[in-house]
């Protein structure tokens, strides 16, 4: 499965932004989907995950302000954020498990990531 994440850019405090990443190739099903985040000189960090059914969870930093949404008919997830903070600056990844449709065997897959900058 391929991913590829794209809507980043650059936003003022305050503003929102969505990104979006899109799952490609031998897909049988999706279970969770995620998006990570890697800010500068930090580990990578769980932002937020939806499972297949739509139940979500989010960091303590982001809640309230970042929502994750996802269509499975179209393979997307989304991750709507508002009121962004400079602290919100960094690479975004999206991650996806998935079952081939060909091996049935189950797949772990991240997206290129997409960067964003929040300025104050």
């Known amino acids: 499965v391929q991913l590829q994440a794209f809507g980043g850019g650059t936003v003022q405090a305050g503003g929102s932004l969505r990104l979006s990443c899109a799952a490609s190739g031998r897909i049988f099903s999706i279970n969770n989907m995620e998006w990570y985040r890697q800010a500068p000189g930090k580990q990578r960090e769980l932002v937020a995950s939806?499972?297949?059914?739509?139940?979500?969870n989010y960091a303590y930093s982001v809640e309230g302000r970042f929502t994750i949404s996802r269509n499975n008919a179209k393979n997307m997830v989304y991750l709507q954020m508002n009121s962004l903070k400079p602290e919100d600056t960094a690479v975004y990844y999206c991650a996806a498990d998935s079952l081939d449709v060909v091996s049935m065997v189950a797949e772990r897959s991240w997206g290129q990531g997409t960067k964003f900058t929040v300025s104050s």
């Open positions: 939806i499972s297949s059914g739509g139940a979500t």
